[in-house]
């Protein structure tokens, strides 16, 4: 997919979040059909650093992969994680300093430094710092996180028109997160004043499922209704394929989430053969199954071996087995893309 493409058609963006799909090869994630990824701007500033990326050619050349990269902010991890106490640090008006929880090193992520680390990294979409917090605001709260998560917003913005010539100069594209927590009021509100900044794409900010684990569709439709219909919209962490059919039916085309790939390497892989699409590969009813994953499958996996086989790689913890289980889930993943522009075009 070329960029300016991106968001025109469907595309599922694969975790990778410090420069690798977990237990694939570059190569072995282009053969799924993956033309972009998500690559993690916290985790990469951490280690090995954005300069040391940028001095070895940015992350395309780092990882040799030609296709899109979309680095996040680092907002969802670092307030995710601060504000449930698991890591160290404190949420300011001027961004976020914390410690890392490996060296104790400190650092600090503004605005404007999320914008500059995402340009060392290289990445062709980037992502404006949002101020995320936990599932369940208080109104205050929720107010709060939109109030900031604009004014940061332009902070972005304006340092990376100022500092880079925007996508102009860069041709790259910056895309916004819309926050309001389950306040549909305050998701317009967000969307609206986010809309006036005129940005390359608005993304689904916050949770994208409910306690009971429904999509929450009412604040996801909020979003597409109060931004610019020529700009690209991205269902951040929605993931299960139903869910991403449903996104797509109100008008998302951009996909994330970490669920196709933690779950292959758990054993819980996708198949059109089995009622609700989900199969508990480690299961004894596969120990002596030779049919494939999935019939319909044209994956490496599918092609090559049994239900039975990758049951038993995973179950002796051979990293084989992941790397099967792995590349059939992100196949499945693309084919259901594929499928959605079908049924959405």
């Known amino acids: 997919m070329k960029l300016e493409d991106f968001g025109k058609k469907y595309i599922f963006l694969p975790d990778a979040t410090r420069g690798a799909v977990r237990f694939l090869t570059s190569q072995?994630?282009?053969?799924?059909?993956?033309?972009?990824?998500?690559?993690?701007?916290?985790?990469?500033?951490?280690?090995?650093g954005p300069d040391r990326i940028?001095?070895?050619g940015g992350i395309k050349k780092f990882m040799n992969w030609n296709g899109l990269v979309l680095t996040d902010s680092g907002g969802f991890q670092v307030f995710s994680l601060i504000h449930s106490k698991k890591w160290i640090g404190k949420v300011h008006e001027n961004g976020a300093t914390f410690k890392s929880p490996l060296t104790g090193d400190v650092y600090e992520l503004t605005p404007e430094s999320s914008i500059d680390?995402?340009?060392?990294?290289?990445?062709?979409?980037?992502?404006?710092?949002?101020?995320c917090r936990k599932a369940n605001l208080t109104?205050?709260?929720?107010?709060?996180?939109?109030?900031r998560t604009v004014r940061w917003?332009?902070?972005c913005k304006e340092h990376f028109e100022k500092e880079y010539g925007g996508t102009k100069e860069t041709g790259k594209l910056l895309s916004c997160v819309v926050q309001g927590a389950n306040y549909l009021d305050l998701r317009k509100e967000c969307a609206q004043e986010l809309s006036k900044m005129n940005f390359d794409g608005y993304n689904f900010g916050g949770y994208v499922v409910?306690?009971?684990?429904?999509?929450?569709?009412?604040?996801m439709k909020a979003v597409i209704e109060n931004t610019p219909k020529d700009k690209f919209k991205y269902a951040m962490g929605v993931g299960k394929p139903d869910?991403?059919?449903?996104?797509?039916?109100?008008?998302?085309?951009?996909?994330?989430?970490?669920?196709?790939t933690r779950n292959a390497r758990h054993g819980t892989l996708y198949s059109s053969d089995i009622e609700g699409e989900v199969l508990r590969i480690r299961n004894s009813e596969y120990s002596n199954d030779e049919k494939p994953i999935d019939s319909k499958c044209d994956c490496y996996t599918c092609k090559n071996h049994s239900r039975a086989y990758v049951h038993q790689m995973l179950k002796v913890g051979e990293a084989t087995g992941m790397?099967?289980?792995?590349?059939?889930?992100?196949r499945y993943y693309q084919r259901l893309i594929e499928g959605l522009s079908q049924i959405y075009p």
């Open 139 to 147: 109104r205050k709260e929720a107010e709060e996180s939109v109030e």
């Open 153 to 155: 917003a332009k902070r």
């Open 243 to 260: 869910d991403m059919r449903k996104a797509a039916e109100i008008g998302y085309k951009v996909f994330d989430t970490v669920l196709v």
């Open 28 to 48: 072995q994630l282009k053969e799924t059909g993956t033309e972009g990824i998500v690559t993690n701007t916290l985790h990469l500033l951490m280690s090995p």
């Open 323 to 330: 790397t099967l289980a792995t590349i059939h889930n992100l």
């Open 210 to 219: 409910d306690d009971k684990g429904k999509l929450v569709l009412g604040e």
């Open 54 to 56: 940028q001095e070895l």
């Open 117 to 131: 680390i995402q340009i060392k990294l290289g990445s062709d979409i980037l992502v404006t710092l949002d101020d």
